[in-house]
């Protein structure tokens, strides 16, 4: 993929779907000027996985999902090493976990914004390469990005079944 490859407005509706103008307002700049960042979005901010499922990045989607199991362990066996020299139950501050769990957040909103930007761009570039008929190119955009109410679905299923993981169910 070359950074080259700007998307026209048509492409990236055809991609986006119906909520494509707020991803122009947002993209613009950085497709104008061909740069390979793309901001933050507040959707992945807000509903994470369940974002990336909703969007149909599923491969994508693991990259976040790696990132917090390999934090949570790095995490879990930090806190284990301080209990083994402490010789107590050490828990980590309130404060100091809103603030990870803030910083993570909007760490998902870059990631996903960069991503969701990238497979845009990947999908154009190919999509231009399937002929000279341009609604070819455009059919091919709408099968590629696009929603999935099941992907968000499955992705809050997810997020639910990692809070009762990470906070234990009773009994």
């Not at 369940?50 to 790095?74: K, N, S």
């Not at 059919?139 to 234990?168: D, E, K, M």
């Amino acid at each position: 993929m070359s950074l080259a490859c700007k998307p026209t407005d048509d492409e990236v509706r055809a991609f986006i779907g119906p909520q494509a103008e707020r991803y122009l307002r947002k993209w613009r700049w950085y497709i104008e000027n061909g740069s390979g960042n793309a901001g933050t979005l507040w959707p992945p901010f807000l509903f994470n996985i369940a974002w990336f499922f909703y969007r149909r990045m599923y491969l994508e989607a693991l990259v976040p999902i790696v990132l917090v199991l390999g934090t949570g362990l790095v995490l879990g066996t930090g806190v284990g090493l301080l209990e083994s020299i402490l010789g107590k139950q050490f828990t980590i501050p309130e404060p100091v976990e809103v603030g990870f769990n803030f910083a993570w957040a909007f760490a998902t909103s870059w990631l996903g914004s960069f991503l969701y930007f990238r497979k845009l761009r990947r999908s154009v570039a190919h999509a231009r390469t399937l002929g000279p008929d341009p609604e070819v190119a455009l059919a091919y955009l709408r099968r590629a990005g696009g929603t999935s109410r099941v992907g968000a679905a499955l992705g809050f299923l997810l997020i639910v079944l990692s809070l009762l993981l990470n906070y234990g169910v009773a009994g």
